[in-house]
Every structure is written in structure tokens, then in C-alpha cells.
């Protein structure tokens, strides 16, 4: 059996979101910058439910499903790299984008911190929270069954999941990318996706079933 840990549902798979989402902004402060950076579509549909104006932006996307929310929402994508480590997004901006006053509206925790890093190199990279992530609690009894394969995607999901159940040697885990890999623990098993996209988990997951 398939569980994919994301909120969103994808047929044929079973849904058991770990995560939920609160906005934490009423406003978006866009005053000085000019380009906007986003790292997750929540982070996208956050933004487009407090201030449409974003739109207005030209925007820096992290990640394939990131890309297709903000153009699905009439935003416009302007970099967009293919795979997403925290260091190397850093080195690009610093390269393409010194001269930029970026905004990165993002959520209130993230996995890497590219502000510090970008201020080493002299780049005062803009910040506004606009949500905040929290667990969703799950009652022992609905731990995925034994020989399960387990879809993550995003570090807070493998976190959420490890709030609510115990790792049984008999799941695979799915992950959506690489640097969500090096939030799972060492002990269990694991395929990466071929692309950073729920789509590909779900492909990946069932080739593992196969």
C-alpha cells in the first residue's frame, strides 16, 4: 500500500497528510523589494490569499511544483533550478541575482538558512513569514500497514511522521528529493524520486510495489 504523507490526495493512493497550515500575515510588506522568492507552493497560495498583488513581482521559484503554482495562480517565473539544495540556490542569487532586492516569503521554519548564508556574500536577502506548519496528531491504530511504501515530501513530513509512529523495517520510503534525504534517519530504506514532483513519488512508489 501507497501513503503519501503531502495534503495533497492522489488517486489510488492513500492520503495521510502530516502537516497542516495556518497563515501567521494579514499583509505582505512589498514597499523595497523587487523580486519575490518562493520555496514552496504553500508559500505561493499563502501569498496570493493575503495580497494579490504579487503577481506584479517577478519571481525566483524553488521547485517544479512551486513553478506550477505560480503560474497557475498568473504569476511569473523568472529562475527556476532544477533540484533544490539550500547552498546551492545561495551560490545562484549571489551570482544572478546580487543586484536584486529579493523578498523570500516563506514559512516560519525552514530546513536552510539562506539569509545568513547570503550575508557572508553581502547580500541582504529580505524576509517575511507569512505561515506556519504544524503537526497532524494520528492515533496509534492508523500507522500504515506492514510492507507499506511511505511517500515524503518535505523534511516537515518525515518530521511530523516520526512524531506519530515508529519505523517498521518492512516500509519503503519515497522521497521527493535530496535534500529531504538528509532529514530521514539512517536506519530505513529509501528511493528517491527521479523528479522533485508528487507525480514522480507516486510513479517511483509504484515501481517499488512492482
Not at 525566483?60 to 505560480?70: E, L
Not at 514559512?107 to 506548519?133: H, N, R
Request: aromatic share 12%; net charge neutral.
Amino acid at each position: 500500500m501507497i501513503y503519501l504523507l503531502s495534503p495533497l490526495k492522489k488517486e489510488g493512493v492513500a492520503s495521510l497528510p502530516m502537516i497542516s497550515f495556518e497563515l501567521v500575515a494579514d499583509k505582505i510588506d512589498f514597499s523595497s523589494c523587487d523580486t519575490l522568492m518562493f520555496t514552496s507552493k504553500q508559500a505561493v497560495v499563502s501569498a496570493n490569499s493575503i495580497d494579490e498583488s504579487w503577481k506584479n513581482f517577478p519571481c525566483i521559484a524553488i521547485g517544479g511544483a512551486t513553478k506550477k503554482k505560480i503560474e497557475e495562480l498568473g504569476g511569473r517565473v523568472i529562475y527556476y533550478p532544477k533540484e533544490f539544495y539550500g547552498e546551492v540556490l545561495a551560490k545562484d542569487i549571489e551570482a544572478f541575482f546580487s543586484t536584486k532586492k529579493i523578498l523570500y516569503l516563506r514559512p516560519k521554519v525552514v530546513s536552510f538558512d539562506s539569509k545568513a548564508y547570503l550575508e557572508k556574500v553581502g547580500i541582504d536577502l529580505q524576509e517575511q513569514i507569512i505561515y506556519e506548519t504544524s503537526c497532524v496528531k494520528y492515533a496509534k491504530e492508523q500507522k500504515p500497514k506492514d510492507g507499506a511504501v511511505i511517500i515524503f515530501t518535505s523534511p516537515s513530513t518525515i518530521k511530523c511522521f516520526f512524531k506519530n509512529f515508529e519505523w517498521d523495517s518492512s516500509y519503503m520510503a519515497v522521497l521527493i528529493g535530496h535534500a529531504t534525504k538528509e532529514h530521514l534517519p539512517d536506519y530505513c530504506r529509501y528511493v528517491v524520486a527521479d523528479e522533485p514532483l508528487i507525480d514522480a513519488c507516486v510513479q517511483k512508489a509504484r515501481e517499488v510495489i512492482l
